[in-house]
């Protein structure tokens, strides 16, 4: 199993979408990155964990799962980076192969002593906007071979079901 761990703030501060958002509601910057990221894990099948620094939100550690993207706040006093080198240390094995995002070329170097692969945040970004595309392929194509549903759906049907497509229940 693939393992893709995102350095949250680092990505944010590199997709100029997100650093813009980022300057009038960071939260919504944040649940952007964490959606984008779900689609990456249903469509790459890696397991996504994001990492946010605890220097923008204190308090204590705070885990979660957001469209079965696993998110970690850091507690305070310890950066993303540091919670990814221990991240990147404890799953990377034989089977498992962890990649870690993030353009801070410190942190580059130390995810390579823990045997983890790197990915920048343009290379994740080009990757991103590849996959985007071709889900807008697979859906049109899916589109122009079904015949439109006889059953009219509401709003609320339809954010049900795209829940259920990414997984969520």
């Known amino acids: 199993m693939d393992i893709l761990i995102v350095d949250g703030y680092n ?4 997709w100029s979408d997100l650093n813009k958002l980022k300057v009038s509601d960071l939260s919504a910057a944040r649940d952007s990155l964490v959606e984008k990221m779900a689609e990456y894990q249903a469509y790459s099948g890696y397991r996504v964990i ?15 799962k957001n469209y079965k993207v696993e998110v970690i706040f850091t507690r305070e006093n310890e950066t993303a980076d540091e919670r990814i080198e221990k991240l990147a240390q404890e799953l990377n094995n034989r089977v ?74």
Do not use: C
């Open 96 to 169: 498992t192969q962890v990649h870690v995002a993030t353009s801070d070329f410190t942190e580059q170097w130390a995810i390579f002593g823990q045997g983890a692969l790197r990915i920048s945040a343009r290379e994740l970004q080009l990757e991103m906007e590849n996959i985007e595309v071709n889900i807008e392929k697979k859906v049109k194509k899916i589109k122009e071979k079904k015949p439109v549903a006889k059953i009219p759906l509401t709003k609320e049907m339809e954010e049900i079901f795209e829940k259920w497509r990414r997984g969520e229940k």
């Open 50 to 64: 994001v990492v946010f620094d605890a220097y923008y939100v204190r308090g204590t550690e705070t885990k979660y």
């Open 11 to 14: 990505i944010i501060g590199a």
